[in-house]
């Protein structure tokens, strides 16, 4: 005889993951706009994630830049967005480089055809269940992992496609 566990219980005991990553780890041709989303394990303490910081490292010219994630936002260079399923709220976090981000007058996009290596360099991440966010798991954010830009022929794709209209509509 054995019993189960409802899935909420379940990931109380758990600690949360990252399941998913865009970019992919090792992706190539991966648009120039500055846009990661992060999927985790279960429903997360969306400020504790906030207060995390990221470093992205252009492993080609070998210059690396820290972003605190909640002081990108309150500076109005990134934006964020939370989502999710109905079983598990603020499971997904989308980040993006705002358009209207110019520095030095110019608007911000990583540079064409190079690798770029991304770590979360300060877990302050937790679950909404309290527990911190491990990152060594199969999307390793401890160690990093890499993607490669467009190269020159793409550059004027310079974006993620979006949805424009379904069918039938909602």
């Keep these: 005889e054995f019993t189960t566990q409802d899935e909420e219980l379940a990931n109380q005991n758990h600690y949360p993951q990252v399941e998913s990553v865009t970019p992919a780890p090792d992706a190539q041709n991966v648009p120039r706009e500055l846009y990661l989303e992060l999927g985790f394990s279960q429903s997360m303490d969306t400020d ?19 972003i605190q994630i909640s002081q990108a936002i309150a500076d109005g260079y990134v934006s964020v967005n939370w989502a ?6 603020n499971s997904i976090v989308q980040l993006k480089v705002d358009s209207t981000y110019l520095p030095e007058g110019n608007p911000f996009s990583l540079e064409k055809d190079r690798t770029y290596k991304l770590q979360m360099v300060d877990n302050q991440a937790q679950g909404a269940n309290g527990l911190p966010l491990i ?3 199969a999307i390793n954010l401890l160690s990093g992992f890499e993607f490669t830009t467009q ?20």
């Excluded at 999710?84 to 709220?89: A, C, I, L, V």
């Design 151 to 170: 190269d020159e022929e793409l550059a004027n794709q310079n974006h993620y496609p979006q949805v424009e209209s379904v069918t039938p509509a909602p």
């Design 48 to 66: 504790s994630v906030l207060d995390s910081t990221l470093r992205i490292t252009d492993a080609t010219a070998g210059i690396t830049f820290p």
């Design 84 to 89: 999710g399923p109905s079983d598990r709220p």
């Design 135 to 137: 990152l060594g798991g």
